[in-house]
Nanobody, 124 residues
Framework: QVQLVESGGGLVQAGGSLRLSCAAS????????MGWFRQAPGKEREFVAA????????YYADSVKGRFTISRDNAKNTVYLQMNSLKPEDTAVYYC?????????????????WGQGTQVTVSS
């Protein structure tokens, strides 16, 4: 399995941007699909975005479509989440996750490895 470490979170004003990074180590990174999830206080963890092992296929939650972009650099063993036009409702702990099923998935229980999370706070 891969080990995942997120970075790039912080405090930003509404309308601003952040780029999250997730560095992977261990199992061959290029063979796994990746996802980003988030969890706000008092809420369940929710899907944000996912990307195939090749980077050719991406999926987004409706709430972030058009504002967030997921990408990956297999040479650097890193997946990114570019977040633009941030809103206060985007405030949450953001987690990256890895799935070993060979296809892109979007549900929490199909991801086997998780990072520790990074806090994103958007002020109004």
């Amino acid at each position: 399995q891969v080990q995942l470490v997120e970075s790039g979170g912080g405090l930003v004003q509404a309308g601003g941007s952040l780029r999250l990074s997730c560095a992977a180590s261990g199992r061959t990174f290029s063979s796994v699909s990746m996802g980003w999830f988030r969890q706000a206080p008092g809420k369940e963890r929710e899907f944000v975005a996912a990307i195939s092992w090749s980077g050719d296929s991406t999926y987004y939650a409706d709430s972030v479509k058009g504002r967030f972009t997921i990408s990956r650099d297999n040479a650097k063993n890193t997946v990114y989440l570019q977040m633009n036009s941030l809103k206060p409702e985007d405030t949450a702990v953001y987690y990256c996750a890895a799935s070993y099923l060979g296809v892109v998935v979007v549900t929490t229980n199909l991801f086997a490895s998780w990072g520790q999370g990074t806090q994103v706070t958007v002020s109004s």
